[in-house]
């Protein structure tokens, strides 16, 4: 009768057990299409608690190739957004300069020809707006990059509290979902910063910027502060610790923080000093030949354009002198002390444009501007390329993770089925035994 | 390797959507014609395509600044045709007036008749093109080069213009070439001419009848040196209208798309749409729940 007594509880705590696997297999199926979910096995049959199937090296590769994806993307989309405001939207600079030599050409066959000399003077105008234009659109392109900077730093620490919380939370029941949780949390926060996420021999998440700086040691969040750095105006980003504070500005190299500084602080900053020198170059250069030559009025030592003292700030600054925009006849066409129909000044300036002016006399004027796009476009061009590497990186990483973790509904379904099978097998055998012992007792 | 249900469905529709994206971006090539729309597209094509439109800025300029002075050349020479005949008609009456058959009175009608061819002349030498500017006067061209009596007022001055990106061409005749540095002062030599008949000054007339010859031939040479310089500049227009024409096959190359190809890529691409549709429709209807 004892061995009937453990039959009873042999059968009773296996149909706990496939009880326990129908409500695994049932929770695989609910959470088929939950982003981030691991599916679940039955692990310790006396216990019944499900076990995750993940293997925390691929998580580990996952997150690090989100960093990097999200960072390609970011990167290629600010390149995108630059290129159109150096580019996009009209005559570029170098067209425009092009177009200024055309006209001082055609002006050097009708000197005295007010028509001529108005369409250099518009010429004139219409590049200084377009310099102008662009240097508006780079430093656009900074502030915004500014301000992403800015909102994803706030963002991360909000993400990085949810680790910590994660962490709290794991620490207390190791609940599959609550690891499946803290995964999705670390990706996330990895697409925003790179960085890595190492689970240590305690079962805690911490979370590691490129450099050094811990964001999450365990159940203790860390802030990602963004502030304005006093010498540049722009945003500095540090790691706060309590009193303890380090700028990692530098040392983030992944996510989209890391994209925005890399773009803010690379590319829009050479950029905008191409176009600085661009202007400086356009001006310093045009003006030795115009004040050399003389206008319809047979005086020279007039500028083309308003002097400039130094390069930085040059493109935002560049301006038709202000006598000569408002009167073509002062445009130096002529050699000093000759008629009005003199042209020697307008050759000068024509040669201009094959002259190595530029850049400390290494290119062109239309050399220098072209460079301006072209660099933004091969670095664009290139970001493109790592949006489709890190992509299919990060599918490849998901193809193996869904054949880990991921749920094939067939497969629930039939495990659904087998442990609904055995769970009735159970209940007959208890039903059985029962009966068995209700007819020892009853003879009793 | 375990294939889930959810993967098959995933690696269909990522196929679709790429296969979706060449269509689109090959049917916007076709309809723009554009094969590089941004720089980055292609950086190398758009790079080589700007520095071309650079050249053909220049060449176009160029092209414009010998085109007005090609046109004001002609109206030079005209010009200088005209006074020509003048000087050849001024030189027959001259040789007339000389003549012992005519008297005071004859000559005075034949003065008259060279003050009119004179001041035909002096029109002439002070001949302007279209936008006002004296075609005789050299760098001094905003005033009439030549005064009431035929005196030149202006230089030497010759105007070049740039006939391509790295060469310059004269394009003007200075009115010095009608004056004394050149062998006689024309304009005053058909005044006094005129005066002489008038004036029935034979000593005067008989002396300027030589010059006469020498007038003829200054205006000769410089005819000459006006349709050099206009075959010159026939000889850079053709060679422009050339290298513009390639510059423009050029850049053509270079960013725009080669239709053939691009509606060959088109068919290929909307095809493997159509097949990538089928897969997913397919492994769709495989993994639904049967009923």
């Known amino acids: 009768m004892s061995d009937l007594f453990s039959l009873l509880s042999v059968g009773s705590n296996a149909m706990a057990a496939q009880n326990s696997g129908i409500s695994i297999a049932t929770n695989n199926v609910a959470n088929a299409n939950t982003e981030g979910y691991s599916r679940q096995r039955l692990g310790d ?28 993307q970011a990167f290629a989309e600010a390149l995108s957004a630059l290129e159109g405001g150096v580019a996009g939207g009209g005559a570029t600079i170098d067209e425009q300069i092009g177009a200024l030599f055309s006209k001082v050409g055609q002006a050097a066959a009708a000197p005295t020809d007010s028509a001529s000399r108005d369409a250099v003077v518009a010429a004139a105008r219409a590049l200084v707006g377009g310099i102008q234009r662009r240097a508006a659109e780079v430093s656009e392109a900074r502030k915004a990059a500014d301000t992403r900077i800015r909102d994803n730093a706030t963002q991360a620490t909000a993400l990085a509290k949810q680790l ?23 990706k996330h926060l990895g697409e925003l910063v790179g960085g890595k996420a190492r689970i240590d021999h305690d079962g805690q998440m911490r979370f590691v910027l490129d450099g050094g700086a811990v964001l999450v040691d365990g159940t203790h969040p860390a802030t990602l502060a963004a502030t304005t750095d006093p010498a540049t105006g722009v945003a500095r980003v540090e790691v706060v610790n309590g009193a303890a504070r380090r700028d990692v500005t530098a040392a983030i190299g992944g996510g989209k923080i890391g994209a925005d500084l890399k773009f803010r602080d690379q590319n829009v900053a050479q950029a905008a000093t191409k176009l600085d020198q661009v202007a400086f170059d356009i001006t310093t250069s045009l003006n030795a030949v115009h004040t050399a030559n003389a206008g319809l009025d047979g005086v020279s030592g007039r500028p083309m354009f308003t002097p400039q003292t130094q390069v930085a700030g040059a493109a935002s600054s560049i301006a038709v002198d202000p006598a000569l925009a408002a009167d073509s006849k002062l ?8 008629g009005a129909g003199n042209n020697a000044g307008a050759l000068a300036l024509f040669s201009v444009a094959t002259q190595k002016v530029a850049s400390g006399g290494t290119s062109t004027l239309g050399d220098a501007a072209l460079d301006i796009v072209s660099s933004v476009a091969v670095a664009g061009s290139n970001a493109k390329g790592d949006v489709t590497r890190d992509g299919l990186v990060s599918d490849n990483l998901a193809g193996l993770r869904d054949s880990l973790s991921g749920v094939d509904t067939q497969e629930e379904l039939t495990n659904l089925a087998r442990f609904e099978h055995a769970s009735t097998a159970m209940a007959k055998f208890v039903s059985t035994i029962d009966g068995m012992l209700g007819s020892l007792i009853d003879n009793l | 390797m375990r294939i889930t249900g959810n993967r098959m469905i995933d690696l269909a ?77 001024i030189r027959t009456l001259a040789v007339q007036g000389a003549s012992d058959t005519y008297n005071a009175n004859n000559r005075a009608g034949l003065g008259a008749e060279v003050q009119g061819l004179f001041q035909a002349a002096l029109d ?68 006094r001419i005129a005066t002489a008949l008038s004036n029935n000054d034979m000593p005067t007339l008989l002396a300027a009848l030589p010059d006469l010859d020498t007038a003829v031939k200054q205006i000769s040479l410089a005819r000459s040196q006006g349709g050099a310089a206009m075959n010159a500049l026939d000889q850079t227009t053709a060679a422009r209208t050339v290298l513009e024409q390639d510059m423009t096959a050029a850049i053509s190359r270079y960013v725009e798309v080669d239709s053939v190809a691009a509606a060959s890529d088109l068919a290929k691409a909307s095809q493997s749409l159509e097949v990538s549709r089928a897969v997913s429709s397919h492994i769709i209807s495989v993994l639904a729940p049967s009923t």
Not at chain 2, 68 to 86: F, K
Not at chain 2, 149 to 178: E, F, K, Q, W
């Open chain 1, 331 to 338: 445009l130096a066409l002529a050699a000093p002390g000759t």
């Open chain 1, 45 to 72: 049959v006396s216990s019944g608690q499900p076990v995750r199937i993940q293997d925390n090296l691929l998580s580990g590769q996952i997150q690090t190739a989100a960093g990097s994806l999200a960072m390609s």
């Open chain 2, 13 to 89: 529709s990522a196929s679709t959507t790429k296969n979706q994206a060449t269509v689109g971006t090959v049917s916007a090539q076709l309809t723009s014609g554009m094969r590089v729309t941004t720089p980055s597209d292609d950086p190398t094509a758009w790079l080589a395509a700007q520095r071309t439109k650079m050249r053909q800025a220049l060449s176009q300029g160029s092209g414009a600044a010998v085109t007005t002075s090609r046109e004001r050349l002609e109206v030079s020479d005209n010009s200088l045709a005209s006074m020509g005949d003048i000087v050849s008609q």
């Open chain 2, 124 to 191: 002439n030498a002070n001949a302007q093109g279209n936008d006002g500017e004296f075609l005789f006067g050299g760098s001094a061209s905003t005033t009439p080069p030549f005064d009431a009596a035929g005196v030149y007022h202006g230089d030497a001055n010759v105007r070049s213009v740039p006939s391509n990106a790295s060469l310059t061409t004269a394009v003007t005749i200075s009115g010095a070439s009608l004056t004394a540095a050149q062998g006689v002062d024309v304009m005053p030599l058909l005044s």
């Open chain 1, 164 to 186: 910590a919380a994660a962490n709290t939370a794991v620490a207390k029941s190791g609940d599959p979902a609550a690891l499946d949780q803290r995964d999705k949390i670390a």
